[in-house]
Structure formats: structure tokens, C-alpha cells
């Protein structure tokens, strides 16, 4: 049996053998990764890999009770052993009072720009020959450059997701990556660069912007300065946005924090919670969207979601579930991994306003910080909004210019205060995962140079 078959299959005998309703994500996946690495002296390595998987994922629901479970096998004595075992498990549990029931079948929303053959077609020797030069032509510029690593990852997957409701969608999508690592040793001081670029079509892949960018903070990063604690205004990275804002911003509008009450944002809907120049959506419909698709996890409809228009806080992001909860419809906001249940996340989390050019950006800063890379963002208390995070490598900025850089720096706060102190963005907007945007200014920041 294909995956449609299994599917058809399994509702047929979950129903049969006393589930009340039952769903089920299908998955089949392909992933190919190239890897390239030159190190000064002539040492060079190549891989290639190719990884195809697929699964199903089903929710057995039993007396207002559900289960999950996962199987990678499409045999029939499987399916049956597994939802048996659901369906045990389901009645075991207990009835869930908020649960009612799984979603109705809607029209699927219109999507355009998931799916490039061009991905699922790709000639390995360009590419391959693509990389190696960028390899070479960095080793080339500086003696101080001493290894290069780059890379590049396809991903062609096919989705199916139904429930015996009659929600039957399935739609093929694909993502592109190239990366890239510099290493630099100069005078004894080890550091290096990293660098992505994501799209849904191999066209738009291209390094080349990304090598530019590298060598100038490779250049800013040799030049150490000393610099001091205390609020200052920080710049952030869309790298470093994408890290922070996971955990500060999104899980806050996480439907099932903010129907639990554990938001900081959960009483805070109509208010003005940020300076009316800042605009946050989150679309599940945009156009080549990196988490664009018609229908989310569950089968609801994506949707174009008004997070904070003009400053103010207007929509938060819901499953099934949770939208039941608070009794409004879903956002189209539910994901699933082949293992593990239904949990809500952001789709393409756009961050708009004027829009300037970086120079300009950093001519707002007299005394502050530049960061590309934070790391702790999941420690967030997202009741409070309180984060404490550390970047190993930030940029000082004075009376409008990079100066040079320090090793590291702490820098925390409360994620309500922080968006109130946003000043302005600027820079090339970047799609990094789940998240767009150029680069983000706060003022009054805490930092602590370590």
C-alpha cells in the first residue's frame, strides 16, 4: 500500500475497532546535503548524502480522549498494532473537557510558490563546482582565512493530512539551502563566520551577498576594542532576531500559553504594546513563504494573521485546540513532526515598517552594540517575558559607525519593555526559517561585557 491507501486503511479499522475519530498526517521525504571543505595547505573533503523517510502520524480520539503515535511501516499488521495501541492508550487517559472534536473540512487556502522541480532536479556538478569556487576564492583573499566550509541541502516532501471528517489535503512542497563557515586564525585568535541562505526555489540560492557580508565583519572582527556595560541601543542580526524572537515573541502568542494564562501577553490584546511604526504578521499564504502551505498540520486553513498593527497587539495564534478554547477559529497555526503531537508555531513571521538603509540604522546609535549570534534564548520566562542571553562575538557601534568588536557580551531584559523601546530597521530583509526581516533596533537595553 502507498501512503493514501495506509490512510484509507487505517481510519477504516481504527473506526471498526472502537476510535470515535481519528487523524493522521502522511509524510514522504527526501533530503540531499552537500558538504565541501578546504583548508589552507590543500586539505579539502567533499560529501554527499541522500535521505528519504516517510511515516505516518495519527491521533486517535476515544470518549473526548486522544492518543498519538508514529509508524514508518505501511504494513497492515502495523497499522493495526499501533492504533490498538492508541486506542488503549486513548481510554486509559481520561476524557479531555476542552476537547471537541477534530476539525471540519474547509476550503484550503490558495498558496503559490511551495514546490520548485528545479530542487527535486538539481545538477550536483554545479552546484558542486559553484561551491568549491567560493571555497577558493575566500582562501584567496586573506592568509588569515584558514578553512572554508560550504554547503548545500535540498528538501522535496509530499504531505497528506486527513481525519475521518473529510478533510483530505496533499500538496508537495521543497526548500534549497546553501551555508557557509569561515574560520579565521589571525595573531592566535581563533574565530569564524556563519552564514545561511533558505528559499523555495533554487534560482533565488546564492552565496554571494553572504561571502561579501562575511569578509566585512570577518575585517570589523579583527579590530578589538574595550567597551562598556550599561542600557545601550542594540542592533540585531535577523539571525540573531530568528533566535530571539522564538522564544520572547512567538511563545507568547502561542494560543496555548495565552489560553493557560502563562503569557505576559495573555490580557494584553487592544493594547498599545509597541511604538505604532512597527507592524508583525504572521502569514501562512505569503507568497514562497518558507512555512507557506494551503492547510496546516491538522487541516485548517492557513491564514494572514495581524500580530501588532501600528504598535497594537491584535490577534495571537491558535490550533483546533486552543481556537475552541477561546472561542475563535483556528489561525492555521498547527504543526506536527512524524513523532510527537500537535503543538502551535509560527508560519512566516514578517516584520515590516519604513524600512532604511543600514548606514542610516546605525547613524541612530551613538554608544551600542551590533549582534549577529545569540545563544540562551530558550531559558525566556515567557510569564514575564524576561530573557538573558549572551552573543559570543557583537559588533561596537560609536556615534554611528562599527568600531571593531568584543568577544562577547550579555545582554537581557523584559521582551514587553524591549518592543517598546524598538527605534527602527533597516538593511537587507532576510528569510531565515520561520522568520522575515532586515535588521531590528532597541534602545535602552541592558548589556554586560563579560
Known amino acids: 500500500m502507498d501512503i493514501r491507501e495506509t490512510v484509507e486503511y487505517a481510519f477504516k479499522f481504527a473506526l471498526k475497532s472502537g476510535a470515535d475519530e481519528v487523524d493522521s498526517l502522511g509524510i514522504s521525504r527526501r533530503v540531499l546535503m552537500m558538504r565541501l571543505i578546504d583548508r589552507r595547505g590543500g586539505y ?3 560529501e554527499i548524502g541522500t535521505k528519504e ?4 502520524n495519527f491521533r486517535v480520539i476515544v470518549n473526548g480522549s486522544f492518543a498519538y503515535g508514529y509508524t514508518s511501516s505501511l504494513e497492515k499488521s502495523e497499522i493495526e498494532r499501533l492504533l490498538t495501541s492508541l486506542i488503549k492508550i486513548a481510554r486509559i487517559r481520561g476524557r479531555d473537557k476542552s476537547f471537541k472534536g477534530l476539525p471540519d473540512p474547509k476550503t484550503p487556502s490558495h498558496v503559490v510558490g511551495i514546490y520548485d522541480k528545479e530542487l527535486e532536479s538539481t545538477d550536483l556538478n554545479e552546484i558542486m563546482n559553484y561551491l568549491r569556487n567560493i571555497n577558493f576564492e575566500l582562501l584567496g583573499i586573506s592568509q588569515d582565512i584558514i578553512a572554508v566550509k560550504t554547503g548545500f541541502i535540498s528538501i522535496i516532501e509530499e504531505k497528506i493530512i486527513a481525519n475521518t471528517r473529510g478533510i483530505d489535503v496533499s500538496f508537495r512542497e521543497s526548500i534549497g539551502e546553501y551555508f557557509m563557515t569561515v574560520n579565521i586564525s589571525p595573531n592566535d585568535r581563533s574565530r569564524s563566520y556563519y552564514d545561511l ?3 523555495r526555489h533554487l534560482k533565488d540560492l546564492s552565496l554571494d551577498e553572504v561571502k561579501e557580508e562575511a569578509l566585512k565583519f570577518l575585517d570589523l572582527g579583527s579590530k578589538h576594542v574595550k567597551w562598556k556595560s550599561g542600557r545601550q541601543t542594540v542592533i540585531f542580526h535577523p539571525m540573531a532576531l530568528n533566535s530571539l524572537l522564538r522564544y520572547t515573541l512567538v511563545e507568547a502568542i502561542n494560543g496555548y500559553n495565552v ?31 518558507l512555512r507557506t502551505a494551503p492547510v496546516d498540520d491538522e487541516g485548517s486553513p492557513t491564514k494572514r494573521v495581524q500580530i501588532i498593527s501600528r504598535g497594537v497587539l491584535k490577534s495571537f495564534l491558535y490550533d483546533h485546540y486552543t481556537a475552541r478554547i477561546a472561542n475563535v477559529e483556528s489561525t492555521g497555526n498547527a504543526f506536527r513532526e512524524m513523532k510527537g503531537g ?7 513571521l ?14 541612530y546609535v551613538e554608544n551600542g552594540i551590533l549582534v549577529r ?3 540562551g534564548a530558550h531559558g525566556t520566562n515567557v510569564g514575564s517575558g524576561a530573557f538573558f542571553v549572551s552573543s559570543p562575538r557583537a559588533f561596537v557601534i560609536q556615534k554611528g559607525r562599527i568600531i571593531g568588536s568584543i568577544e562577547s557580551a550579555t545582554i537581557s531584559g523584559i521582551f514587553s519593555q524591549v518592543l517598546k523601546s524598538y527605534i527602527a530597521m533597516g538593511g537587507k530583509i532576510r ?15 541592558d548589556v554586560v561585557i563579560d
Open 259 to 289: 489560553t493557560e494564562g502563562k503569557s505576559y501577553l495573555a490580557d494584553k490584546l487592544g493594547d498599545q504594546i509597541a511604538p505604532k511604526e512597527l507592524d508583525i504578521v504572521d502569514d501562512g499564504t505569503l507568497k514562497n513563504g
Open 373 to 375: 549570534e545569540i545563544l
Open 350 to 363: 514578517v516584520i515590516s515598517g519604513k524600512l532604511r538603509e543600514l548606514e542610516e540604522l546605525l547613524s
Open 342 to 348: 500537535i503543538h502551535i508555531d509560527a508560519r512566516n
Open 197 to 199: 541562505v533558505q528559499s
Open 44 to 46: 579539502k573533503k567533499r
Open 431 to 445: 528569510t531565515i526559517g520561520y522568520l522575515t526581516a532586515p535588521y531590528v533596533a532597541f534602545k535602552g537595553i
Open 53 to 56: 523517510m516517510q511515516g505516518l
